[in-house]
């Protein structure tokens, strides 16, 4: 398989994460406005708009590396967290392990991979979706704080490392392939590794903590 | 690739609006928050002076490719006093 080729296979996958984000921020706008959260909910709302748009930039870049650029089937859309979690604490759940996690990991990874693109239509979809993500990952952090001023979220601790587990399974596939496509948006392996623990071990491990959120903690979720 | 500022710009400033830009003169992203405050805040939009040094040696962090950060009367646009390119963006 050509280096286009193995590249536009992993902007496909890029897609439909895209397309699964809009559906994420669809439903956390419609549960901040339920609960009154209407700042929040409006900036999940233009996130689930941008998730929309950077689904199209990346079936442009398919279709000029030469690949399919139509979009994989719809799938239904996962709910996030275990099935036992109580529905009033899903909302924060779904907004810090998307926002403060899975992001926050885009973000820098969008970044490496900035920092190695010179394919022109590569670069400039890459800068638009750096800028947006910036916004998504703030989302969640904003959420987070939120709550964190209103009761103990000490309990989003126990769920740190699924969040994280998730977020790497998918952002890592979605960013790395074979040492030969940098130029096209695809980062080494071992690059993203490495760019996902630094941006664990630097923003989101201290971001949760200053929110008193430890990963790894024991105690069970309380309804709030 | 300037990771260290990941930080201050994804959590310390979680409560900004879009990532564009806060000027220098602009009052509502210099104000701190009331004394009877909660801490941690919905996102700390004001930083400490050692998390202003991280977001950037001169000016608010901006993506410069954004109206308020260019000063588009010049060719080529330079970037407006008051704020700083990060992200690797540059004045178009």
């Known amino acids: 398989m050509t280096a286009p080729a193995r590249a536009a296979a992993i902007w496909r996958h890029r897609l439909a994460?895209?397309?699964?984000?809009?559906?994420?921020?669809?439903?956390?706008?419609?549960?901040?406005?339920?609960?009154?959260?209407?700042?929040?909910?409006?900036?999940?709302?233009?996130?689930?708009?941008?998730?929309?748009?950077?689904?199209?930039?990346?079936?442009?870049?398919?279709?000029?590396?030469?690949?399919?650029?139509?979009?994989?089937?719809?799938?239904?859309?996962?709910?996030?967290?275990?099935?036992?979690?109580?529905?009033?604490?899903?909302?924060?759940?779904?907004?810090?392990?998307?926002?403060?996690?899975?992001?926050?990991?885009?973000?820098?990874?969008?970044?490496?991979?900035?920092?190695?693109?010179?394919?022109?239509?590569?670069?400039?979809?890459?800068?638009?979706?750096?800028?947006?993500?910036?916004?998504?990952?703030?989302?969640?952090?904003?959420?987070?704080?939120?709550?964190?001023?209103?009761?103990?979220?000490?309990?989003?601790?126990?769920?740190?490392?699924?969040?994280?587990?998730?977020?790497?399974?998918?952002?890592?596939?979605?960013?790395?392939?074979?040492?030969?496509?940098?130029?096209?948006?695809?980062?080494?392996?071992?690059?993203?590794?490495?760019?996902?623990?630094?941006?664990w071990a630097t923003v989101i491990v201290p971001g949760l903590a200053r929110h008193g959120v430890v990963a790894g903690a024991t105690s069970a979720p309380v309804a709030s | 690739m300037k990771l260290e500022r990941l930080f201050h710009v994804l959590v310390v400033m979680s409560g900004a609006g879009a990532a564009g830009c806060t000027s220098d003169d602009d009052p509502a992203a210099r104000q701190p928050p009331p004394p009877d405050a909660p801490p941690g805040g919905d996102g700390d939009a004001t930083a400490s002076p050692a998390e202003e040094a991280d977001a950037g040696a001169v000016g608010s962090p901006c993506f410069c490719d954004s109206q308020a950060c260019c000063d588009r009367g010049q060719t080529p646009a330079v970037v407006a006093p008051g704020f700083t390119c990060c992200w690797s963006t540059t004045c178009p």
């Open chain 1, 17 to 199: 994460i895209e397309r699964e984000a809009v559906g994420h921020f669809g439903w956390l706008a419609a549960r901040f406005a339920a609960q009154g959260d209407h700042d929040l909910a409006a900036r999940a709302r233009q996130a689930a708009a941008d998730e929309r748009d950077h689904a199209g930039r990346c079936q442009a870049v398919i279709a000029a590396l030469g690949g399919d650029p139509a979009p994989p089937a719809a799938a239904p859309l996962p709910a996030l967290g275990p099935a036992a979690l109580p529905a009033a604490d899903r909302a924060l759940y779904a907004a810090v392990a998307v926002g403060c996690v899975t992001e926050s990991l885009s973000c820098a990874l969008l970044l490496a991979l900035r920092a190695t693109a010179t394919h022109p239509q590569v670069v400039a979809t890459l800068d638009a979706i750096v800028r947006d993500e910036i916004d998504h990952a703030r989302l969640g952090w904003a959420a987070l704080a939120r709550a964190a001023a209103r009761a103990d979220v000490g309990w989003l601790g126990a769920h740190v490392d699924a969040m994280r587990a998730a977020a790497v399974a998918d952002e890592v596939a979605a960013v790395a392939g074979d040492d030969a496509l940098a130029a096209l948006g695809v980062l080494p392996r071992a690059q993203a590794a490495a760019v996902v623990a630094t941006t």
